[in-house]
């Protein structure tokens, strides 16, 4: 007969183990490594040690990798889960949904530079309000964000008060030089342009 894995807790299914930095170094080592496997030294070498021998410290351990495993598929829609569904190690499981979501490293690349040129031909379209200047120009800042690339808070007023058409001249011109471009938000430097009154 074989015997129950040294679990103290059975995991809920409506609650997760949440996780609060409390043996982190294992969390990750789970994840980067593979499953703690107990062992012992014998001869210069290192042999798996039988389920009798393992101390308290030893089945906590073990279980960083099936919890591990469980917060990341309980968060998964149905098409995500199946394919990473056979996995044994979490670290498996976070490989392919890195593939499948953000590509190989030249896909990557490839969707950077695109997102690059989105981000320096960006202009406010004909008719388009600045609540939807600010909702597409946040999507590429933040897909580049995920990608590596790194703004200033400075660099990314300028862009998109530059970006702004013709009309709204006057009130770019009065921003920048009454704001602190290095202290504002995209949103509040948009607000601010929305909101100021030229007389």
């Not at 982190?24 to 593979?34: H, Q």
């Not at 990557?108 to 379209?125: A, C, D, I, N, S």
């Not at 590596?148 to 007023?157: A, D, H, Q, T």
């Not at 920048?176 to 030229?198: F, G, H, P, R």
Request: include cysteine; charge should be positive; charged fraction near 30%.
């Amino acid at each position: 007969m074989a015997k129950k894995l040294p679990f103290r807790e059975v995991a809920s299914i409506n609650r997760l183990p949440m996780f609060c930095g409390l043996d982190y170094k294992f969390w990750k080592d789970a994840i980067i490594n593979g499953p703690f496997i107990p062992n012992l030294e014998k001869d210069d070498a290192f042999i798996e040690k039988a389920w009798s021998q393992w101390t308290g410290s030893d089945g906590k351990k073990t279980q960083y990798n099936y919890i591990s495993k469980n917060i990341i598929t309980f968060a998964l829609n149905s098409d995500d889960f199946f394919r990473v569904s056979q996995c044994g190690l979490a670290k498996k499981i976070l490989d392919i949904l890195e593939v499948t979501h953000e590509g190989t490293t030249d896909i990557k690349r490839t969707r950077k530079h695109g997102l690059v040129q989105e981000y320096e031909l960006f202009r406010m379209l004909k008719g388009e309000t600045i609540s939807d200047v600010q909702k597409r120009f946040t999507h590429i800042v933040n897909n580049l964000i995920g990608l590596g690339k790194v703004f200033e808070r400075e660099e990314l007023n300028i862009k998109i008060l530059k970006c702004l058409d013709r009309s709204w001249q006057p009130k770019v011109i009065a921003i920048s030089k009454s704001k602190d471009l290095t202290a504002l938000t995209t949103a509040s430097c948009l607000e601010s342009s929305e909101s100021i009154n030229l007389r």
